[in-house]
């Protein structure tokens, strides 16, 4: 069960990215990205937040080429031990590839919103092939400004 889960995720991620050593120029994800900021001001000023990133389609096409494998090509992916290294390791660079991607989109939403003006502390990271979670704190308490601003953000 658990080679099922893993093969689907070699091949998310191999239809992620087209090149795992060319970084992805943020406008080739317009109209494909998917993302959201979540605040929660405490009582006592805390900011905590939850930046959520996704691809909306599953064939997403990044660097503008797909990479579906056929059943002969998956077949020979999965028996080869290099083969099997190379896509572990396909996997790790799309995953990090896509990781600096989601940090950038909460950078700019961030700088966008004003919520954290003066920095944050990451509490958890969560990335996955087409989805990346971040959980953070501001470094600044709120401010009634913010209390106001950011009430159903």
């Known amino acids: 069960m658990s080679l099922r889960y893993f093969s689907i995720a070699i091949l998310s991620c191999l239809s992620l990215i087209a090149c795992s050593s060319t970084p992805i120029d943020p406008s080739e994800l317009a109209g494909k990205l998917r993302d959201k900021l979540a605040t929660d001001i405490k009582a006592d000023g805390l900011k905590l937040f939850v930046y959520k990133a996704r691809l909306v389609d599953d064939k997403s096409t990044l660097n503008g080429a797909e990479r579906p494998l056929s059943n002969e090509t ?22 990090e590839i896509w990781g600096r991607q989601v940090e950038l989109g909460l950078t700019k939403t961030l700088e966008m919103t004003g919520y954290c003006r003066e920095g944050y502390i990451e509490l958890s990271r969560i990335i996955e092939p087409s989805r990346g979670e971040i959980r953070g704190e501001c470094q600044e308490g709120a401010t009634d400004a913010d209390r106001q601003k950011f009430v159903n953000y």
Not at 74 to 95: C, F, G, I, K, S
């Open 74 to 95: 998956y077949r020979r992916n999965t028996q080869d031990p290099r083969e099997q290294r190379r896509a572990m390791q396909d996997l790790q660079d799309t995953l």
